[in-house]
């Protein structure tokens, strides 16, 4: 059985906001460490029934990046749920949902 293994290295400032964020993991191409602005990660509980989430930006990512961040994951959960499960409309009402955000921030500009 192989074992894969995920890290996340946050460098906080002096009030707990993030300044720097890296990350590495034992499949990753690079041996060295990525940096990245931002982190969401989403874990489900099956004993609460519930999700767990840590969505954690440093603070020199900028709002329209972040913006866009959050609407690919949207549209990365939308193709987690047609490999998972198969649902067909699930998965289009969710890229669907996206296609309405994209011009939500393209029209605030």
């Not at 293994?5 to 707990?16: C, H, Q």
């Not at 029934?49 to 959960?77: A, C, Q």
Request: glycine share 2%; charged share 30%.
């Amino acid at each position: 059985m192989k074992k894969s293994a995920i890290e996340f290295s946050i460098l906080l400032d002096d009030n707990n906001v993030p300044e720097r964020i890296t990350w590495d993991a034992t499949d990753k191409p690079a041996d060295t460490p990525a940096q990245t602005k931002s982190i969401s990660v989403s874990l489900w509980d099956d004993k609460q029934k519930n999700t767990m989430r840590i969505d954690l930006w440093t603070k020199d990512m900028p709002v329209d990046e972040m913006k866009r961040f959050y609407i690919e994951n949207i549209g990365g959960i939308a193709q987690s749920v047609l490999t998972a499960t198969g649902d067909e409309q699930m998965a289009n009402e969710i890229n669907a949902l996206c296609d309405r955000l994209v011009e939500l921030v393209r029209t605030q500009k």
